[in-house]
């Protein structure tokens, strides 16, 4: 597991959001399993919304929306469930501490900065250019100083908190196995493989058999499938940072994302819950209980 960026900047800022996570512990013991609903914010700074182009319906296109919610019984199970209150369109944590792209700001940016990478070719880079479908979202430039406002005040307090609920999963139960919990479009949108294509209900990315064992895939694989739900691996997403970045099988350290199409549980033209949504909340509290139930040493041979 690499070290995250150090936090050298923050003091120097006031948050936008306050505060900027929420996190649901177990009353109880806590196990291995630790949750991650890094897209799943909604509350969009007056700022923002100033800077936008784009009417806060589409806004929220990118919004992994409810997903928190259907992941929400995980401290019934022991498993400590963390939230970013910000939305992944105004600072994304599933993104290097400083990817960027240069065109979006006014001034230079320092050596430090990523600023070549295949999220930031489709504009969706830590401050995001564009909102799911393409649409750009600022009228104007911004500058790095705003950038780094959001990242030590947003992105660096979801990672400090994410490394140390692994650090304490690996403490108690010898092993962390680390959910990553997205939602996805129902349909492949512009510039994705599968453009245009109705899409799986769910997609279990182990970036390619890397970050945990595959009996840990399979035996998830099965459970959904044998409730109802069509499941594909690693198309159209893999992993992104967070699941590439805490995994550390050698030292136990194990991650898994799930992406939930978004069509079995809202309606994706108003974001709002649909009929489908106990039914997929209800599967998701059944896997949650299998996880927790996997995160041991026995289960998860590096």
Known sequence: MSAA????????YISP????????LPEGPRGGLVLSSPHSGNIYPEEFQRQSRLDPLTLRRSEDAFVNELMGVGPQHGAPLLEALFPRSYCDPNREAYELDPGMFSDPLPAHVVTQSGKLRSGLGTIAKVVAGGMEIYAGKLTFAEAERRVETLWRPYHDALAGLIAEA?????????LDCHSMPSVGGANMPDQGQRRADMVLGDFHGTSCPPQLVDRVGSYLESRGFSVLRNKPYAGGYITQHYTDRANGVHTLQIEINRDLYMDERIIAHSAGFERVRAAMSGMIELLAGSATPEFLKA
């Open 5 to 12: 960026p150090q936090n050298t900047n923050s003091a120097r």
């Open 17 to 24: 959001i306050e505060p900027p996570i929420r996190l649901s």
């Open 170 to 178: 690996r403490q108690a139960a010898g092993v962390a196995l680390l």
